[in-house]
T-cell receptor
Framework: EAGVTQSPTHLIKTRGQQATLRCSPI?????VYWYQQALGLGLQFLLW???????NRGNFPPRFSGRQFPNYSSELNVNALELEDSALYLC?????????????FGDGTRLSIL | AQKITQTQPGMFVQEKEAVTLDCTYD???????LFWYKQPSSGEMIFLIY??????QNATEGRYSLNFQKARKSANLVISASQLGDSAMYFC?????????FGAGTRLTVKP
């Protein structure tokens, strides 16, 4: 069974540009989560999608947005990139709604803003 | 208020010895799940072990075990017989309903 896949692995942008990150969940998983992890820090929750709808978002400005497609894959879009957006962006998927279901993570996209 | 607290920013352990990574949590929900993840320097988050709030026994997965003390609201990870490959960041997480929170992490270094 394929795990969560993210693309691209690395992304280099300059200030003011826009970035699009992609995530494919494990087959059968309908929930997708996005996290930002700045260098040496913990995970900051960004967005949660389930069944094509945004269910919750973290404390991030509106220039962080995304969507989930009918096949449950997801995109994270970051507009008007700033230097502090440089981070590892992790996508996770989950099956079911019980508290015992772990999130399974992809390998992440390293976004660097020059 | 912080829901998940990992008080050890860094830990060192000698190869082949056991190490305990601390995690305390705060919740009033009787139903919750506790998780530990490992993050090597390459960045991927690897799910290690799960403990449910109603589970009577401590969870074990190979060399990983979870010391669950419900009354103290702690869920410490014990790694036995440490290996060099165990050097990584370790994150404790708690799920209440659809909300999942992560601790700040503990960096474990295994010394040869």
């Amino acid at each position: 069974e394929a795990g969560v896949t993210q693309s691209p692995t690395h992304l280099i942008k300059t200030r003011g540009q826009q970035a699009t990150l992609r995530c494919s969940p494990i087959s059968g998983h309908t929930s997708v989560y996005w996290y930002q992890q700045a260098l040496g820090l913990g995970l900051q929750f960004l967005l949660w999608y389930d069944e094509g709808e945004e269910r919750n978002r973290g404390n991030f400005p509106p220039r962080f947005s995304g969507r989930q497609f009918p096949n449950y894959s997801s995109e994270l879009n970051v507009n008007a990139l700033e230097l502090e957006d440089s981070a590892l962006y992790l996508c996770a998927s989950r099956s079911g709604t019980g508290v015992n279901q772990p999130q399974h993570f992809g390998d992440g996209t390293r976004l660097s803003i020059l | 208020a912080q829901k998940i607290t990992q008080t050890q920013p860094g830990m060192f352990v000698q190869e082949k010895e056991a190490v305990t990574l601390d995690c305390t949590y705060d919740t009033s929900d009787p139903s919750y799940g506790l998780f530990w993840y490992k993050q090597p320097s390459s960045g991927e988050m690897i799910f290690l072990i799960y403990q449910g709030s109603y589970d009577q026994q401590n969870a074990t997965e190979g060399r990983y075990s979870l010391n669950f003390q419900k009354a103290r609201k702690s869920a410490n990870l014990v790694i036995s017989a440490s290996q060099l490959g165990d050097s990584a960041m370790y994150f404790c997480a708690m799920r209440e309903g659809d909300d999942m929170r992560f601790g700040a992490g503990t960096r474990l270094t295994v010394k040869p």
